[in-house]
């Protein structure tokens, strides 16, 4: 019982097949078309071209390889060489925008399309190692970039619809200050803050009403109603309340954090199981002490999880309040002025800087989590 | 003429070799090992076995002996390191693309958005039947093991032991000449699986399908089988087959006579030689 | 110290009485807030011009400000009715136009996102190379921001010529698909070895096994899936209508009243945009139940 592995084998070699050809074609046409002094276009060939030798080689070479079935060393190189052969090819004219685009250029990049997807499909095929569950994503999301690169630049993408990941580094570089500040005013004050007080506040009121079932039943069906009504909505009342600064927009993060924090807590309190209650009630402890030696830490898998949850929660409403309720700097800020300006780097780098925050943040709670549920299932299990 | 010899690895009395027409299953000198990391694991070793059509095997033996390998084995379940396995003449592979066979594994795998009707229907239907057909075959299949009444209710509505005889409708609802069961009744109640023996074994005097069943309980392989296979652990290896001598039709009560308990001492006894 | 005793486990109760009780307070709560909220507006606006005032006075006043700072329940609801049956339909002053509006790019954008995920997760249960490849940015797209593209998507599409519902539905499309794909591959793959096994002793082929096993059994994970992505479509559809200039939309129409300072519109736009929330969520829990009707309750 295992799985296609033939079959993609054979996808494999057919598009190995299908490079080499390319390759060899892209050798004959003109790759590069230049501007002379006369206004008339010249061809250059592979042969007026010696960047790009190495770059058809190194592809020859990855194509080549493909065709036959290799393991890990074999999949190692065909990677190398496609890199090798990827990065030459940027460096020709109409990748660095300073002459058009012939027939084999195009060849070229077909080829490079190609060895992209084998070298993914190698890449995802390695077990074994540690490292290796890593290296597929990791290959396709560089692929995407340098195809970013590649097409927005040969394809002469206007920079207001699409600019290169080139540019936008240059943005980040350039804006360092800039971005700095919005990060401290979304994420260190409105979002940090928000979160935290949004958690703590949920977790207090949970424990507050542990003993009251009555409470529980009343305000259960309307935290789960809550989380079908867009809390964003509520931006421009937090402006009118708070202002224009940070502290509304943390306002409503603690408003989309309030309700899961108080429901995971909840639930979490209520998970210890009846044997290990019944355990304490034979040893005479009281509510306290069952709350702090038993439902509090039994609790803590389900708290962490509500954190986890809520820190996205918590960027995606600080950043789009800030869509809605006007401030003068921040993150989401940024994102919109800047959009409307057409100033399309910019609102990139900013994106980068919060998907970065995002994912960041998540790998530090799952860090926490990991030592401190690390006892629960759901965590041992990994 | 039949030749006496076999190709058995037991010392003891072997029965005569059934002519090749009539052989279910040949396993030549199959061989599992899994490759582990300090040592490989020799599951099966030079296994060698011959089940003629209409026989009830019992494969029985401690755990890890590889009865289980055996069976995944010939139904094509788990690849073998080496030797050769036959069914019907031809790969397991091919037999079951052919759908020679039946399979009732140790829990029901029944799926519990399909009616016990629609369970049954299962493999008719993705074996290309129409819809009437396939219901009218499923509905006298269940009547077969006693279930009519339930067939328009779920799975998880019915009790461990009717779920595995709705699985053993199941297996039989596409007629297959074999029927391979690993170890069905291990997870249920000694009561519900008396039944069910006997149940089981009257359905196959009944039909005289090929059977090739896992157990680790002694009585049960004495009552059901016609032979019995003992294996034993480390190599997984056959340490001896024996013939039975009981009759081909059987009541519960059988399992008081000396008879039986003659057999069932000849097992327990060949169990313990294959533990030295 | 009084003990907890586990014997007495409190079942849950009725559900009737504790909900209505909390909802009364909470509004009592509300009314008292408003007077507390409003009452500098209303003394400053209202009260001292006319001369001296008395406790009632302040308190009635807080309740019919104009412009308050927290408007009181019995505004709200008559500011929302007045928008439901005072204008025609068609009419943007009527909140069921503006509902119509962010519907339509809600509920478009949640077909095709749920679409798109689920052949993305049929495909990534089915390839190796995109399940190792694919599948961790999939889930690693649920930390980050997606929200945060819309403006850059909004531009990119409307200097492309797309306007109207489409860049709308686009975002929410792509709010809907990660919670969607991410839920569909966990169903997908969660029949047990045993089941798969025995679809491998029928000889079926890869379809029937998709068919006949894998979409029944990830139902249950994709239903309450469905209930975030139509949710999240639905923030999506009215993130998406800022940028165009706050013309139509539940949205829009939150902008427009935070523009003019018109709180009790802000605040009936924000119930209808709750009411809608609740209409699509409940609708796909309604839904599930049906389709799940025969499973068991474990």
């Known amino acids: 019982m295992s799985t296609p592995t033939t079959t993609n084998r054979q996808a494999g070699q057919i598009t190995a097949l299908v490079a080499l050809a390319l390759w060899a074609m892209a050798a004959l046409q003109p790759l590069v078309w230049q501007e002379a002094a006369d206004g008339t276009r010249l061809p250059q060939y592979l042969i007026d071209l010696p960047p790009a030798w190495l770059a058809v080689l190194a592809g020859l070479a990855a194509a080549g390889l493909g065709l036959r079935p290799t393991a890990r060393r074999g999949s190692w190189a065909g990677i190398a060489l496609s890199s090798l052969a990827a990065l030459g090819w940027l460096q020709l004219p109409p990748a660095q925008a300073s002459a058009g685009a012939g027939a084999g250029f195009w060849l070229g990049v077909l080829a490079l399309g190609g060895l992209a997807l084998l070298s993914v499909q190698r890449g995802a095929a390695l077990e074994g190692r540690r490292g290796d569950q890593a290296l597929a994503p990791l290959l396709f999301g560089l692929w995407v970039i340098y195809a970013w690169q590649l097409l927005v630049v040969a394809l002469e993408v206007p920079r207001v619809l699409l600019p290169p990941p080139a540019l936008v580094l240059e943005a980040l570089r350039s804006h360092a200050a800039l971005l700095g500040g919005d990060f401290v005013q979304t994420v260190l004050k409105a979002v940090l803050l928000g979160w935290a007080g949004g958690s703590a506040l949920g977790f207090a009121v949970a424990v507050a009403i542990d003993r009251q079932p009555f409470l529980q039943r009343g305000l259960l069906p309307i935290a789960s109603l809550t989380s079908t009504i867009p809390l964003v909505g509520v931006a421009p009342i937090a402006v009118m309340w708070f202002g224009f600064e940070w502290p509304s927009k943390a306002a409503v993060v603690v408003l989309m954090t309030f309700f899961p924090m108080l429901v995971s807590t909840l639930a979490g309190l209520k998970s210890a199981g009846r044997l290990e209650r019944e355990l304490m009630y034979s040893y005479a402890a009281g509510y306290g002490r069952t709350l702090w030696s038993l439902r509090l830490p039994a609790a803590f898998p389900f708290v962490v999880g509500a954190l986890k949850v809520n820190a996205t929660l918590a960027l995606i409403g600080a950043i789009v309040a800030e869509f809605f309720g006007s401030p003068t700097s921040g993150l989401g800020f940024r994102i919109s002025t800047e959009a409307a300006r057409m100033n399309m780097a910019l609102v990139w780098a900013a994106i980068a800087v919060a998907a970065l925050t995002g994912s960041l943040a998540y790998a530090l709670l799952v860090r926490l989590e990991r030592r401190v549920a690390f006892w629960h299932p759901s965590v041992r299990s990994r | ?276 | 110290m009084d003990t907890i005793d586990p014997r007495s486990d409190p079942k849950s109760g009725g559900r009737l009485l504790p909900l209505t009780a909390t909802v009364l307070v909470i509004v009592l709560l509300w009314y008292a807030l408003t007077v507390w909220l409003n009452g500098p507006g209303a003394i400053e606006r209202v009260l001292a011009p006319k001369g001296p005032w008395s406790w009632q006075d302040l308190v009635l006043s807080s309740w019919t400000l104009q412009r308050p700072v927290l408007p009181a329940p019995h505004q709200i609801a008559a500011d929302f009715w007045s928008s439901l049956v005072d204008w025609p339909i068609d009419s943007p002053r009527n909140l069921l136009f503006h509902v119509a509006v962010t519907g339509q790019s809600t509920l478009l954008g949640f077909a095709m996102g749920t679409a798109l995920g689920a052949v993305l997760a049929v495909l990534i249960v089915h390839s190796r190379t995109l399940d190792r490849a694919l599948l961790p940015w999939v889930v690693a797209s649920q930390t980050i921001p997606v929200l945060a593209i819309a403006p850059i998507v909004l531009v990119i599409l409307g200097s492309l010529g797309f306007s109207g519902v489409l860049p709308k539905a686009v975002i929410a499309m792509y709010l809907c698909f990660f919670p969607v794909a991410v839920a569909a591959v966990q169903g997908l793959r969660s029949p047990q070895r045993i089941e798969t096994e025995l679809m491998h002793t029928y000889a079926a082929s890869a379809w029937q096994t998709l068919w006949l096993l894998r979409l029944p059994a990830a139902w249950p994970f994709i239903f309450p899936a469905l209930r975030v992505g139509v949710a999240a479509g639905l923030v999506g559809a009215m993130v998406a209508e800022l940028p165009t200039g706050a013309q139509a939309g539940l949205g829009s129409r939150l902008l427009t009243g935070s523009y003019y300072g018109n709180t009790v519109q802000i605040w009936s736009a924000l119930l209808m945009a709750s009411l809608l929330g609740l209409l699509l969520s409940s609708a796909m829990a309604a839904l599930e139940k049906w389709a799940l009707r025969h499973r068991s309750r474990t």
């Open chain 2, 1 to 276: 003429m039949l030749n006496p010899l076999t190709e058995d690895a037991s010392p003891s009395v072997s029965p005569l070799r059934p002519p090749s027409a009539l052989r279910a299953v040949e396993v030549l000198g199959a061989s599992v090992v899994y490759p582990a990391a300090d040592a490989p694991v020799q599951a099966l070793q030079d296994i060698r076995l011959t089940i003629a059509q209409g026989e009830f095997i019992s494969l029985i033996g401690p755990s890890g002996c590889g009865k289980t390998t055996l069976l995944r084995v010939i139904a094509d379940l788990e690849p073998i390191s080496g030797g050769q396995v036959l069914v019907n003449g031809v790969s397991p592979r091919e037999a079951r693309l052919a759908r020679a066979y039946g399979y009732v594994f140790q829990a029901p795998a029944l799926f519990p958005w399909r009616t016990v009707l629609a369970n049954v229907m299962l493999p008719l239907q993705i074996q290309g039947r129409d819809r009437e057909a396939a219901q009218a075959i499923a509905r006298e299949h269940l009547g077969r093991v006693g279930l009519t009444q339930f067939e328009k209710k779920y799975p998880w509505q019915l009790s461990g032991g009717m779920q595995q005889r709705v699985s053993i409708a199941r297996a039989l609802s596409f007629e297959p000449r074999i029927l391979m069961m690993d170890e069905p009744f291990g997870a249920l109640d000694e009561i519900t699986r008396d039944g069910l023996n006997e149940q089981l074994q009257q359905l196959w005097c009944r039909e005289r399908r090929t059977v090739v069943f896992v157990t680790h309980s002694i009585s049960e392989a004495v009552y059901l089988s016609t032979r019995i296979v003992v294996m034993s652990p480390r190599p997984g290896r056959i340490v001896k087959v024996i013939e039975s001598t009981l009759p081909d039709e059987r009541h519960l009560g059988l399992r008081d006579t000396p008879e039986f308990m003659q057999m069932a001492h000849e097992v327990r006894e060949a169990l313990s030689d294959g533990h030295h």
